[in-house]
């Protein structure tokens, strides 16, 4: 009885814990906070570390600015650290960052904030998007 308990336990322990989404370049794809995406057909990875602030006008709000919110990201080329960039909401404000040869933009930050529902770190998921690098 013991045996098939660790089993179960391991089995359990293992399925929580899926590799990472293999994505392509050009296209759009969602990362929740917390969880990492790979690259298809380059060795870069990406984590969305977190949320460092956002200052975005609540939806049920009045501001006289839009405010912004800073999305926080690890890359890896070759399994190796390779920086962090921290991206911006606000448009011309730093949507984009670079890693090697590949251009990261950050396209939309969900879930967008409302005065009367808090948000919680791990409820943030990134759109982004992975380009070559021009020039």
Do not use: K
């Not at 709000?61 to 909401?89: I, K, P």
């Amino acid at each position: 009885m013991p045996r098939v308990l660790i089993a179960v336990l391991l089995t359990t322990g293992c399925s929580g814990n899926p590799a990472a989404p293999v994505v392509s370049t050009g296209r759009e794809f969602q990362v929740r906070a917390g969880e990492s995406a790979s690259i298809q057909g380059t060795t870069l990875g990406l984590r969305f570390e977190s949320v460092a602030s956002d200052s975005r006008c609540p939806a049920d709000a009045v501001c006289v600015t839009m405010g912004d919110a800073v999305a926080v990201f690890s890359a890896t080329q070759g399994g190796r650290a390779a920086q962090r960039l921290s991206l911006h909401t606000q448009p011309g404000e730093g949507q984009q960052g670079r890693v090697g040869d590949w251009a990261l933009t950050l396209v939309r930050l969900d879930p967008y904030p409302y005065v009367s529902r808090p948000i919680q770190p791990s409820d943030y998921e990134a759109t982004l998007r992975v380009d070559r690098a021009g020039g």
